[in-house]
């Protein structure tokens, strides 16, 4: 295809490529994807002999939805070749509706983990108040919010009307989290990401660049929304015998999209959001993808006011978002962030949720304890008391689990267990303390350890498993290395107790069957 050679010619030093194919509304899919399929292998291995990765999917308009004030598309992406988007699509429901789609791609993602869906949806109306959380409720996981077409175009009395749209979906989805429903949302998960990072994005928009889109006469535009009305293209790919061209100057252009190198952006408070905007949104408002409008630019600082209170919400209950962003991203089925470990028969060691009547001996354990387990946390608390603990209990965090270990036949807690998402794919933490040190050396304890780990990574979706051990944690590392873990590195540090920083050491524990996917 000539378009995955634009791609790899022009993707130099990027490591991770995506090459989309986007049908007509109405058409089967599968009959464009069989054509293509053979092209898309050789693209892969093409890509791969470059040290590149190649993820390939399809994209379609889906059919009308009355009384949805949206256009949408779905799109079903693999990331080791096109052969499982082949097997896929010959399961394509016939109702093709958005909760038949949902089911079809949720089905699909079960049976491997390089599969993954979204939902895209473009607003056509002003007022979308409520469109996100409707779209979830037909189980969608990944909702892509496209609102660059709605906003380019939208007179400025109307742009009210947008930020409300835009201020109701951000605070729904964030209650959504808050309650447990973890999915994931653009671009609000990204900017809740960023916030909680502290990292500015000085770009926020890679048409033109990191993005381009071809059409079936292989004009080149800077991203599929410039196709209509045929806006700014770069070039021609010469297909039929026609002359290949490229615009180098209207692509130079778009190397000045960005919040640091456009003189209205530079005095903004937002810039480290905004990134610069969008530049569909610029060409149609103001002529030119480098001078945004300014009324668009009040509405986006509106926008993103409303989007830091929503987050503040969310970071109030401490949510991680470095990991939880990374695991909504790619988890199935939300198996590779919630984890139920469940006691092993005939094990010598169980796990089970931690109780209200557990805490105050959890408190007690907690109270000026060293261990990593309470000290290499976000909030590293020293002083537990017992209504925290209840609390905890009471009110557990959904993309966190502690888990009481316990023997089998008893009730009461030998030790703890914590699990949360890691960033990487199909990896979590865990925290692990035995509330005597002996037990670390103990036989039965080291093999009902084993039969906990071969319980969690029965789970397709977990690979990995990483704990911490650090200076205080007495028979810890000699246990993990004894259950089969290896040593993945030392954070030099990276804790800092009784007036000096300690070094934390870093176990990792592979499923075997996956162990040649990673390192460490």
């Known amino acids: 295809m000539a378009a995955g050679t634009l791609l790899l010619a022009r993707s130099r030093n990027a490591r991770n490529l995506r090459l989309i194919l986007s049908i007509p509304p109405g058409m089967d899919p599968s009959l464009p994807w069989a054509d293509a399929e053979p092209a898309l292998r050789n693209l892969g ?7 590149k990765k190649l993820s390939v999917g399809i994209l379609q308009e889906g059919v009308a939805v009355n009384g949805e004030p949206c256009e949408w598309h779905w799109l079903l992406e693999n990331d080791t070749g096109p052969e499982l988007v082949t097997e896929s699509l010959e399961r394509l429901p016939k109702k093709k509706d958005p909760k038949a789609i949902a089911g079809w791609m949720e089905s699909c993602e079960t049976d491997t ?3 993954h869906g979204q939902v ?20 969608f996981r990944r909702i892509i919010l496209r609102d660059a077409a709605l906003a ?10 947008y930020v409300a749209g835009m201020r109701r979906n951000a605070e729904d989805y964030a209650n959504d989290l808050l309650k447990g429903d973890l999915y994931l949302c653009e671009p609000f998960a990204t900017w809740f990401r960023l916030i909680y990072a502290g990292e500015p994005s000085w770009r926020g928009d890679p048409a033109g ?3 381009l889109a071809v059409n079936g006469q292989g004009t080149i535009y800077p991203d599929a929304e ?19 061209t490229w615009d180098a100057d209207r692509v130079s252009a778009f190397l000045d999209l960005g919040s640091m190198t456009m003189p209205s952006c530079l005095g903004c408070w937002a810039r480290g959001l905004c990134g610069g905007g969008q530049a569909l949104v610029h060409y149609r408002r103001s002529g030119s993808i480098t001078r945004p409008d300014p009324s668009w630019c009040d509405a986006r600082r509106r926008i993103l006011e409303h989007v830091i209170a929503a987050f503040n919400t969310l970071s109030a209950a401490g949510i991680p978002f470095l990991d939880l962003h ?3 991203g790619r988890s199935k089925s939300g198996l590779s962030w919630r984890l139920l470990l469940r006691a092993v028969r005939g094990s010598v060691l169980a796990a089970r949720p931690i109780r209200e009547s557990d805490a105050p001996l959890l408190a007690r354990w907690e109270r000026w304890n060293p261990a990593a387990y309470f000290t290499f946390t976000d909030s590293g608390v020293l002083l537990a008391t017992t209504h925290d603990r209840e609390n905890d209990a009471l009110h557990p965090k959904p993309w966190q689990m502690e888990l009481a270990l316990i023997r089998p036949g008893q009730d009461r807690p030998i030790g703890l267990l914590r699990l949360i998402p890691h960033r990487l794919p199909a990896t979590v933490w865990a925290w692990l303390y035995l509330r005597d040190p002996a037990a670390y050396g103990h036989a039965g304890t080291r093999q009902g350890l084993r039969e906990l780990i071969d319980t969690t990574l029965r789970d397709r979706a977990v690979r ?4 911490p051990a650090g200076t205080f944690d007495d028979g810890l590392e000699a246990c993990l290395l004894a259950v089969g873990f290896t040593r993945a590195g030392v954070l030099r540090e990276s804790l800092y107790l009784h007036g000096r920083y300690h070094d934390v050491t870093v176990f990792s524990y592979t499923r075997p069957d996956s162990r040649s996917n990673f390192s460490g």
Do not use: K, Y
């Not at 990995?464 to 704990?467: C, D, P, S």
């Open 45 to 51: 291995e093409t890509a791969r002999l470059s040290d």
């Open 113 to 115: 983990d390089s599969l």
């Open 120 to 139: 895209w949806l473009t607003p056509n109306r002003a007022d979308f108040s409520g469109l996100v959380r409707r779209w979830r409720q037909w189980g």
């Open 152 to 161: 380019a175009d939208l007179p400025a009395e109307h742009l009210d009307l």
């Open 209 to 211: 660049t990191g993005r």
């Open 226 to 244: 410039f196709m209509s009305g045929d806006a700014l293209p770069l070039g021609q790919m010469g297909i039929g015998g026609g002359e290949a």
């Open 326 to 328: 990374r695991a909504l």
């Open 464 to 467: 990995r498993i990483l704990t």
